[in-house]
């Protein structure tokens, strides 16, 4: 059975444990290969006591000398340090192995252990070179799982910026938006204050959006439009019947359709704050439909002399960016500015779903 983790701290344990368990079974299984018919304690305890050593020096390098002097590049004092521990564990097993030489079973038999420091039989300056073999490889699998581990931070780290900066052009839209309603507000007041105290109302509920419904990556179309919608009233309210506004959406919206929250505010805010003239005849149009797994969003508004278009503004220019960091080149939006009477815009972009209604 093999057992999957994403995270590279956990892999890496999982594998020395693998390694280890292996290299300690293997003298219960080599017993089980000759076909003796017990299982020798006293041979596997005296395999497991040659092992002992490594076993040591693994721990000692993993949680001590790798992580503060080979991982803070302090490599002369690693290689001194690994150097002298080698030395001074294998060295000495094999100087008073000659006391330990001579293993007495419990049933009496004897066996004759040649006096070198581990299980290789090897003289020490060999183990030595072994123990240098094993930490060399044990840094490579530690230098694998931190480089994995320092590549999952970079990516998180990425996400966070990119998701950051995402909420950084939404909350510098919100205010944007508030100050140009208010200011609406502000100017009903003295002419008509039923009409000032409906836009109010209207205003509570877009606010209400904006500072709940609006801080998922992804909100409901319905609930989009819905605030979109508001938005119109309140400017209906505001012009009265000056001008010819019209709100055309598709019935019924795809169930379960989501989008980016506050992405169309800005093209219809813009509409009627640059297509709305007192002097002459003025319409905002709006239509959104849902067609092929996409949103299309158009917004049409009259143009007049008299009123300098701006390009671009704080809201336009930071919904660009948000359509950049949300859909990289997965989106389409087209301003035309060629007919002088009329100024058009038309956004398109995916259609996602939520769980309960994407099969």
Known sequence: MSVKTNNPIVGERLLYFLVWAMALLVPILNSKMMSEEHVSLSNILFVW????????????NNSLLAPRYLFQRRYAAYFTIALVMLVAIFYPIEYYQDELRMIEYPDGSTYFVHGRASFTDLAWYWNVLLGLFMMGANCSIKFVFRS???????????RQALQAEMDYLKYQINPHFFMNTLNNIHAMIDIDSEAAKECVIELSKMMRYVLYDSEQVHTNLSQEVEFTENYVELMRIRYAADIDVQFNVQKPLPAGAQVPPLLFIVFVENAFKHGVSYNNPSFVHI???????????????????????EKGGIGLENVRKRLELIFGRD????????????????????????????H
Not at 50 to 55: A, D, H, V
Not at 289 to 294: A, E, L, Q, S, V
Not at 334 to 354: A, F, N, Q, R
């Open 287 to 309: 239509s959104l439909r849902c067609d092929d797994g996409k949103v299309i969003c158009e917004v049409r508004n009259s143009r007049h002399k008299d009123l300098k278009t």
């Open 331 to 358: 989106y389409t939006l087209l301003i035309d500015e060629s007919k002088p009477t009329e100024y058009s815009v038309k956004l398109t972009i995916p259609m996602y779903y939520d769980k309960v209604h994407n």
């Open 49 to 60: 006591s040659k092992l002992l050593p490594y076993i040591i020096i693994f721990v000692i």
């Open 148 to 158: 994995m581990q320092d590549e999952q931070k970079m990516v998180e780290m990425k």
